[in-house]
């Protein structure tokens, strides 16, 4: 048997030997594969290809028509027969704030691959919120803007995932724009907040950090000013439903969350709307209800552009409800239908249907800012 060294094969573009037969590697140290940043991606590599992204710090696979991410850390909390409590486990949905109806500070969460209600996790910095942006990475969730009643803030605060307790300072908005009726998105670097009103609709985009406090920093345009949006994203492609702008919309468009830049259009969707709620995995984009108490639920493929497909419909219709999302399940929760609502629904993100029964929430709420660490742009 002879001996072949590959210590050096690490670079994807440079070339290499082809082996041809039946091959077996072993090593009692370690295996390097070919490494770049998302912009280096090959143009067309063969199915199966592994390579480590350097942007996001992880392995991904070319699945013939995507890359997809491998993930390198589990997000299980704990003992999946404790449903909904500290033990719980699975991805961690958290959602804190909005109206209750009254507003609040209350941050509260659940397991998402279980049933059940949720459970208190702690209170936010400040004493209530309502249209506040959600956003977050496997350990850090991250919430900013809203109104705490008397006016917009541009407070944005964070809590560690897999903990309860009370939200930390994080930093401001950019140039501490005040900001409510924002949306918010993320891969697991960076998050996004995105439009807003303070006193009109506002077109802005900025970006934040989310391993490192401080303030946001301008991002670009929206394609219009406009408030009341949601948004999703992969581990690339954050998209952003508009919302109202002088009149409700149905645009989508999208960002390069690694870049800066404006937006650019996507497509739209099947009907004009805002206030939805959205949850996604790392290929599907999903939007649910909206103003009027619409039970429509929309998807898109995240890596494509194009206009919206009909999904199924949710059990209550419902506007100002919040999202989050594990790479299987979707859950929609509170929202006006036309009073606050507690119910919380779910659903399986890569097939279509209708929502069905997960649990309630421990106060019927709208407008809750929410995140999970198991989102589509992890």
Not at 29 to 42: C, I, L, M
Not at 107 to 132: C, K, R, W
Not at 138 to 146: A, E, N, S, Y
Not at 288 to 306: H, K, L, V
Request: proline share 4%; aromatic share 10%; with cysteine.
């Amino acid at each position: 048997m002879s001996e072949f060294k590959a210590s050096g094969f690490s670079d994807e573009f440079s070339g290499g030997p082809d082996i041809v037969g039946l091959t077996t590697f072993t090593s009692p140290y370690y295996f390097v594969p070919p490494s770049g940043s998302t912009a280096e991606r090959p143009s067309s590599p063969p199915p199966g290809m592994l390579r480590f992204n350097t942007d996001i710090g992880r392995l991904e696979v070319w699945r013939n028509d995507h890359w997809a991410t491998i993930l390198g850390e589990s997000p299980n909390l704990g003992n999946q027969n404790v449903t909904n409590s500290a033990g719980g486990t699975g991805v961690r949905g958290v959602f804190g704030g909005g109206n209750a109806p009254s507003l609040t500070n209350t941050i509260e969460y659940v397991s998402i691959p279980t049933l059940g209600d949720a459970t208190d996790f702690g209170n936010l910095t400040q004493t209530a919120y309502v249209g506040n942006g959600g956003c977050a990475s496997r350990t850090r969730g991250i919430r900013g803007g809203g109104s705490d009643g008397g006016g917009a803030t541009d407070t944005i605060d964070f809590v560690t995932i897999a903990s309860t307790g009370d939200a930390t300072d994080f930093g401001n908005l950019a140039g501490n724009q005040v900001r409510k009726q924002l949306t918010a998105l993320s891969n697991q670097t960076r998050g996004i907040f995105a439009g807003g009103y303070t006193p009109t609709a506002q077109n802005n985009i900025q970006s934040i950090e989310i391993a490192h406090t401080g303030n946001g920093v301008d991002f670009g345009n929206l394609l219009a000013a406009a408030y009341g949006g949601a948004a999703t994203s992969s581990s690339v492609r954050g998209v952003i439903m508009s919302g109202y702008a002088s009149g409700t919309v149905n645009t989508v468009q999208y960002i390069t969350i690694s870049t800066t830049g404006h937006a650019l259009d996507f497509g739209d969707l099947t009907g004009a709307r805002y206030y939805p709620a959205t949850v996604f995995n790392a290929t599907r984009s999903v939007f649910g209800g909206g103003n009027g108490n619409s039970n429509i639920i929309d998807f898109f493929t995240t890596a494509a552009t194009g206009n919206a497909q009909d999904f199924g419909d949710l059990a209550t219709g419902s506007a100002a409800s919040f999202g989050m999302s594990s790479p299987i399940r979707g859950l929609f929760a509170g929202g006006t239908a036309p009073g606050n609502t507690d119910r919380i629904e779910f659903i399986t993100i890569q097939t279509t249907g209708n929502g069905t029964d997960f649990g309630d929430i421990t106060t019927a709420t709208s407008g809750a800012a929410s995140f999970s660490n198991g989102h589509g742009g992890l």
